[in-house]
């Protein structure tokens, strides 16, 4: 085993908590959810308010299957919560925390993006 140059403390603090194995993979899938334009558009449109899969269809110009798709996708996920109304089926982001992760990858990119990528995102923002 090569020569660490850490300190001891650091090593005990990185042997402590850096996930397992399986944490790491459960978080890889997490993650992977929102390596997709369509469900982050879904994600941030259900930020706002409950919504079926027309009214989701039509404000956001989708095709009804592929939202329908995307839906079961972020469902089973755990990303959404369903709420039904009769034969309506209302999707809402199921937990706070998917939009602080929402809102921590938009605050992160707002500091990150050129002055000329600034315009698009405070346009939709403002």
Do not use: W
């Amino acid at each position: 085993m090569p020569e660490i140059l850490a300190s001891d403390e650091t090593c005990r603090l990185i042997r402590l908590y850096v996930p397992s194995n399986q944490d790491l993979s459960d978080m890889c899938a997490f993650f992977s959810i929102f390596c997709d334009v369509t469900r982050m558009k879904m994600l941030s449109a259900l930020c706002i308010d409950e919504l079926c899969v027309s009214d989701l269809a039509a404000l956001l110009e989708l095709n009804q299957t592929t939202v329908s798709h995307q839906l079961k996708l972020l469902r089973d996920a755990g990303l959404v919560s369903t709420r039904r109304n009769g034969k309506i089926i209302f999707y809402r982001i199921a937990s706070e925390h998917v939009e602080k992760v929402l809102n921590a990858g938009t605050v992160y990119l707002l500091e990150v993006l050129p002055p000329e990528r600034m315009g698009e995102t405070e346009k939709r923002t403002g």
